[in-house]
C-alpha cells in the first residue's frame, strides 16, 4: 500500500473503498480474506478492496480505533459510511454491500421496494420502467423479479438468469424455485396436505405473507414425511424477502421453529 490518504481517501471519491484490517496471526483474518477479495474480484465495477495489515500499519489501526479485528469499513467521499467487525459469511457481507453501497438511485428504487412488500402487482411496470432506465443497477432486477415471483414465478426466474452469477444470484434463485414450488402445488398431489399448500399459494399471489406463513406452517405439522421439504423451503424464502425485522416475520418465526421439531 502506497498511502492510505492515496489509495483509501482520495480514491473513495471515484468509487467506494473497502478496506479490510487485518494481520497474519489472526485465524479470523484468514477466513475472510479470501472471502472478500473473491466477492471484490466479483464486484471490482462497484467497489475497491484495500487490505491494511495493522502489524504494518499500526498508525493507521490506531487512526482509525481498529479494536479488534478483522475489522472492516467502506469509504465513500472520503468518510466511513459503513463498517462491520468478523469473519461474516459471504451471504451476509454481500447483504451489506447492498444496503452500504451508496448510489443515488438508490432513493428512488426504495421507494418502488417498499411498494414491493404492500402490493407486488402494482409495484411491476413501474419497476421494470426503473430497470429500463437503469440497465446496470442489479438491485432493480432483483426488486422486478421479486415483484414478479408471486405470480410470474417463470418471468421472475429468467430476470434472475439474466444477471452476473454470483453468491447473491444463486441464492436468490434457491429462494425463487422454493417459492416457485409451492405455487406450482396441485390440489390432488395429497388429500391432507395439498389443500394446504394449495392456500399458501394463493396467500403468496395475494400478498397475505401472514396467511401463507401460516399455512406453511400448518403443512409442516400436517406430514412432515411428504411436503415438508416443499413448506419448509418456501417459509425461509418468504422469512428471507421479509427480512428478519419485519413484524409478520417476527410473529411466526417461533411457530415455525417449533413445528420443525
Not at 499500526?58 to 465513500?76: L, R
Not at 451508496?102 to 426504495?110: C, F, G, Q, V
Request: net charge negative; glycine share 4%; aromatic share 8%.
Amino acid at each position: 500500500m502506497n498511502s492510505f490518504q492515496q489509495d483509501v481517501i482520495e480514491k473513495s471519491f471515484e468509487k467506494p473503498v473497502v478496506v479490510d484490517f487485518w494481520a497474519a496471526w489472526c485465524g479470523p483474518c484468514r477466513v475472510l480474506g479470501p472471502v472478500i477479495e473473491g466477492i471484490a474480484a466479483e464486484q471490482s465495477d462497484r467497489w475497491e478492496l484495500v487490505k491494511v495489515d495493522t502489524e504494518a500499519h499500526q498508525d493507521i489501526a490506531q487512526q482509525y480505533k481498529i479494536m479488534s479485528i478483522p475489522a472492516v469499513k467502506m469509504f465513500s467521499q472520503g468518510k466511513i459510511v459503513a463498517e462491520f467487525t468478523g469473519a461474516l459469511p459471504k451471504s451476509q457481507i454481500l447483504k451489506w454491500l447492498d444496503e452500504s453501497i451508496p448510489d443515488p438511485r438508490k432513493s428512488a428504487l426504495n421507494a418502488l421496494v417498499a411498494q414491493v412488500y404492500v402490493d407486488p402487482s402494482s409495484a411491476i411496470a413501474p419497476l421494470e420502467a426503473y430497470c429500463q432506465e437503469n440497465e446496470d443497477l442489479a438491485d432493480a432486477w432483483y426488486a422486478l423479479a421479486q415483484a414478479l415471483i408471486w405470480s410470474q414465478p417463470d418471468r421472475a426466474l429468467e430476470v434472475l438468469n439474466k444477471l452476473p452469477v454470483d453468491g447473491r444470484l444463486l441464492e436468490k434463485k434457491q429462494q425463487f424455485e422454493a417459492i416457485q414450488a409451492v405455487l406450482n402445488t396441485q390440489e390432488g398431489e395429497d388429500a391432507t396436505q395439498g389443500p394446504v399448500l394449495v392456500k399458501a399459494a394463493q396467500n403468496l399471489h395475494s400478498a397475505n405473507w401472514a396467511g401463507a406463513i401460516e399455512a406453511l406452517i400448518e403443512s409442516i405439522s400436517l406430514n412432515k414425511g411428504w411436503g415438508e421439504a416443499r413448506a419448509r423451503k418456501a417459509a425461509v424464502a418468504l422469512f428471507a424477502f421479509l427480512g428478519p425485522r419485519h413484524p409478520i416475520a417476527m410473529k411466526y418465526h417461533r411457530r415455525f421453529s417449533s413445528a420443525l421439531n
